[in-house]
């Protein structure tokens, strides 16, 4: 059995559609304390952060629903999924210069280093993926 199974460690938290984005940052805040990232790798932890951010406004905004947050860390790979009732899949647009909207996708193209999205019986997941930075102890 692969070792990296064993230490996987995993959180999920429903973000009802009245909850402020401020409170899933500060959720995904406390659990990267837990496993180092925000000590560690702080660059890479503020990146998570602002992807989390992003998910959660477009699940709200453009889901007409709850988010229902999901991190896991198995000692390789950082996962962040986001499920909503929408099952339209994101798709980056260009961004309008005079609009402030618009952008989610593509700052979360830029800043994980995979993501995708998956129609769900129910809505949609989109997952983003962080690794640490590849200087960094694990």
Known sequence: MDNRSMRAVGWARSLPLNSQVKTARDWARAHLNEVGWTS??????DDVL?????LVTNAHLHGHSAAQLVMSWDSQCLHIAVHDASPE???PREPEELRPS???ILIMEALADHWEARRCPHGKTVIACFQPPADSEH
Do not use: C, I, K, Q
């Open 102 to 104: 618009g952008r989610g």
């Open 40 to 45: 560690r790798h702080p660059d890479t932890a």
């Open 50 to 54: 602002l992807v989390v951010s992003e």
């Open 89 to 91: 899949l994101p798709t």
